[in-house]
C-alpha cells in the first residue's frame, strides 16, 4: 500500500469515527433527551395554546394552560401552587407568548392526544434538521468535496444548540428548518414555495424568521416576499377572528405574558437575579457582567447590533450587491442573535455560517472562514449552561466564580464569540469579490 493510499485510508478512519462519535452524540443528546422528557419540555406550552385557541379561549392565560394540561402527561406539582401565588409565567415561562400566528399553524397537532403529539413534533423536528442539512449541502454544492462534506456534517450533528433544541422540542429546530428550505427553493426558482416556507417560518417564530424576510425585501425577491407577507398577514387574521368570535379578550394577557417574561429575575433576565441567565446567548449577558447597569446594557447591546446592522446593510449594497448570498444571510443570521433574548438552541442559527466557512476554505477568504470554524467551536458545548451547573457544585474557583471578570467573560463566552462572529463575517464580506465564492457553484437567490 502506497503512502497516498494510506493517507486516504487513515483520513477516512479519522472522518468515520468522527461522524459516528458526533451522531451518537447528537442521538443521546437531543431525541432521546425528548423522548424522555414526554410530561414537561418547551413544546408543552405552545401544545396547550394552541387547543385552548382552538376551543377559542385566551391562549396567554395561566388559568387555561393548566386547565387544558393533557389529560396522558403527568400533572408537574408546581402547576397548582404557582398558579394560585401568581407566578407561573415568572418562574416556569408558561404560558409562552408566542405570536396567535403560532398556534394556528400548531393547531392540527394541537387535536390529537398529547402523547401522539408528542412522537409527532419528534419526527418533525428531527424531518426539519435533515431538511436544514441536505438543503445547505446542495447550496453550497459541498458534495463534489467529500473531505469538506463528512467534515461539514460531524460539525453540524455536533452543534450543541440543536442538541438543546431538539431535547427541549423547540420551536426553533423546525424554524430554521423552513427557512433553509426556503432559501434552497429560492435557489430552484419555486417562489411560491419559498415564500409560503419563510412565512411559516415567520408564523412560529418571528424573530428568527423576520431577518431573512427582510434580506428577501433587500434583494427585491419581490414574489417570495409577497406570498410570505401574505401569507403572515393570513394567518394572523384567521388566528384573531377565531378568537374574536369567541368574544376573547387576549390582548392584556398577552402583554403581560411579555412582560412578566423579562421581568427582573423570570427567565429572560440577564442579570444575576436569573440564576439560568447564562443559557442565554444575547450581548446583554457579558455587557451587564462587566457594566452591572440593566438600562445601559439594553441601550449598549441595541446600539452594536445596530452598528453592525447598518455596516452590513452597507457592504451588500455596495456596487449593487454581488454573488455571496450565502455569506451575507450567515452575517445577518448571527448579527440578528445579539440585541434581544436569545437562548442557546436559537444559535441553531450557526448552521449557516458554519456552511458558508466550508465553502471558502480553499478561496482567498480562507483565513477569515478558519477564524468562523474557531469561533463556533465553542458551540459544540453546552458552554454557559454547562459551567452555570458546575459552578453550582463546586466552590474550587471560590470568589473568582463570582468576579465581573469571570461572568463576563468566561461565563459569557459564547455571546462574545458570537459579537466577534458578527465582526468576522462583517470583514469576509468587506473583502468579498462580487463572484460566485469559489466551492459555492451557484448563487443562493438568483436575481429575479
Known sequence: MDKTMQRNVGRALVLGILLLLASTEFLLRGPVRFAQSRDFNDFMSPYIQSSAWIRGTDPYSSANLVL????????????????????????????????????????????????????????????????????????????????????????????????????????????????????????????????????????????????????????????????????????????????????????????????????????????????????????????????????????????????????????????????????????IAVISLLPVYHRLYDASLLIFPLVWSFTALSGHLRGLAKATLLLILPFLVPGGSALEQLRGHTNRFGALQYSRWWTGTVMSHQAWCLFFLGLILLQALRFADHTVTRGLHRAVLPSP
Open 68 to 331: 387544558f394540561w393533557p389529560l396522558d402527561a403527568k400533572r408537574s406539582d408546581f402547576l397548582a401552587k404557582d398558579l394560585a401565588d401568581g407566578s407561573l409565567v415568572y418562574k416556569r415561562g408558561i404560558p409562552t407568548a408566542y405570536p396567535l400566528t403560532c398556534f394556528l399553524i400548531l393547531a392540527p397537532l394541537a387535536v390529537v392526544p398529547w402523547h401522539i403529539a408528542h412522537a409527532l413534533w419528534l419526527a418533525i423536528d428531527l424531518l426539519a434538521y435533515s431538511v436544514t442539512i441536505v438543503s445547505l449541502l446542495s447550496l453550497a454544492d459541498l458534495r463534489r468535496s467529500p473531505l469538506l462534506m463528512y467534515l461539514f456534517l460531524a460539525f453540524a450533528l455536533a452543534l450543541a444548540p440543536f442538541h438543546t433544541g431538539l431535547a427541549a422540542g423547540s420551536i426553533v429546530v423546525v424554524a430554521v428548518g423552513l427557512i433553509a428550505g426556503a432559501i434552497w427553493s429560492a435557489e430552484r426558482q419555486h417562489a411560491t414555495l419559498a415564500g409560503v416556507l419563510l412565512a411559516l417560518a415567520v408564523g412560529l417564530k418571528p424573530q428568527v424568521g423576520l431577518p431573512f424576510l427582510f434580506y428577501f425585501l433587500l434583494r427585491r425577491r419581490w414574489r417570495h416576499s409577497v406570498v410570505a407577507i401574505g401569507l403572515v398577514a393570513i394567518l394572523f387574521a384567521v388566528a384573531v377572528i377565531r378568537l374574536s368570535v369567541s368574544g376573547v379578550s387576549w390582548v392584556p394577557s398577552y402583554l403581560y405574558d411579555s412582560k412578566v417574561l423579562f421581568a427582573p429575575g423570570s427567565l429572560g433576565d440577564f442579570t444575576e437575579l436569573d440564576p439560568m441567565r447564562f443559557g442565554l446567548v444575547n450581548l446583554q449577558i457579558p455587557i451587564y457582567a462587566i457594566f452591572g447597569h440593566r438600562q445601559m446594557t439594553n441601550i449598549a447591546a441595541a446600539l452594536v447590533a445596530l452598528t453592525m446592522g447598518l455596516v452590513w446593510l452597507f457592504l451588500i449594497n455596495r456596487r449593487g450587491g454581488g454573488r455571496n448570498e450565502l455569506l451575507e444571510l450567515s452575517a
